[in-house]
């Protein structure tokens, strides 16, 4: 693979076809917002500012989720994987579809104070990926008793299928490493050290279901922003769908791909063609705004609680951890127990 991708010649189909797709679809929605004009514009302020504020929730429920995922010596702050998390969304404008996962490892490995290995985060967002499909099989099944059609009722279906198969791997991984044919290999012997246990995972679904939730709930807020027909178990199926799209092995630009996929699921639903393109670009340009935020508030609250930090050094106080690890450490006098 890394021999074909390295071919001149290779990279200049995938990156034309890339741009190519990417082309089509700036013209086909610069036409389209042109003619009528682009759907947050005319939302309702109250329930666009209650969307993004569920969607920013969700995030740090996703990272709490997260980081019960690591062994207990390499776990890094929630801090570090929420921004993980909101520069993976915002880079998914521009990258295919699962190299978002590339940067999610980058930004945790170069975040300031993060001492975690490579390893052990890839082996943690393999494991996050299937809990994410186990917290949308009970949304799928919603969905799916409420699809107007038979195809889009088995495409859910599949999905919570998917998702109940996804959470018996990770319930079986642990049992897996600790058998004494893996402590043969290298690998095994890895795994069986950095690999969660079953109340750890138990406890990520829980962060990670509320954080779908918290989404759901959002897009059904968006819903009623636009003036659109809602229904909680329409708006369940159009995140299904959009998160579904996201396990393509490769795809033009992961945005593109989840505006496109919860378009369709909405046409089918019977939503007019042309607001539900609206929909769909107006729900992922929330999405990536308030991933943007949360790297913005989060690369701001660094420097802000670094320049704090060194004022107090210098009048001799130190810092205690703070709670929930999103919040900025509170300074104590250095004499306190």
Request: with cysteine; aromatic share 8%; charged share 10%.
């Amino acid at each position: 693979m890394r021999s074909v991708l390295g071919n001149r010649k290779v990279q200049i189909v995938l990156n034309g076809g890339f741009a190519a797709v990417l082309l089509v679809v700036m013209v086909v929605g610069g036409r389209k917002f042109a003619h009528s004009g682009f759907a947050l514009r005319h939302a309702d302020p109250l329930l666009l500012t209650g969307a993004t504020l569920l969607f920013l929730i969700a995030y740090a429920f996703k990272a709490w989720g997260w980081q019960r995922l690591f062994a207990e010596g390499d776990r890094p702050g929630a801090s570090a994987l929420a921004f993980a998390g909101g520069a993976a969304c915002v880079g998914g404008i521009a990258l295919p579809g699962r190299l978002d996962d590339a940067l999610r490892v980058a930004c945790v490995k170069r975040y300031p104070g993060v001492r975690t290995s490579l390893g052990a985060v890839a082996l943690s967002l393999v494991v996050l990926g299937l809990l994410d499909n186990a917290a949308l099989a009970p949304l799928s099944a919603v969905a799916a008793v409420h699809a107007s059609t038979w195809t889009v009722r088995l495409g859910f279906a599949v999905v919570a299928g998917a998702g109940i198969l996804a959470a018996a791997i990770v319930a079986l991984l642990p049992t897996l490493a600790g058998r004494s044919f893996a402590a043969r290999f290298r690998l095994g012997r890895w795994l069986a050290g950095h690999t969660h246990c079953n109340r750890r995972a138990v406890a990520a679904l829980m962060f990670i279901s509320v954080s779908w939730a918290l989404r759901g709930t959002a897009v059904f807020l968006l819903f009623d922003a636009l003036s659109m027909r809602s229904s909680f178990p329409l708006a369940l199926g159009f995140l299904c769908a959009s998160a579904a799209s996201a396990a393509l092995p490769i795809a033009p630009a992961g945005a593109a791909t989840q505006a496109g996929a919860g378009s369709a699921i909405l046409i089918a639903s019977g939503v007019h063609a042309g607001d539900a393109i609206a929909f769909a670009v107006a729900a992922q340009v929330l999405v990536v705004g308030t991933g943007a935020i949360v790297m913005l508030l989060l690369t701001g609250w660094h420097f802000a609680t670094r320049a704090h930090k060194s004022s107090h050094q210098r009048l001799g106080t130190k810092y205690r951890p703070s709670l929930f690890g999103l919040l900025p450490a509170r300074p104590v006098a250095a004499t306190d127990t």
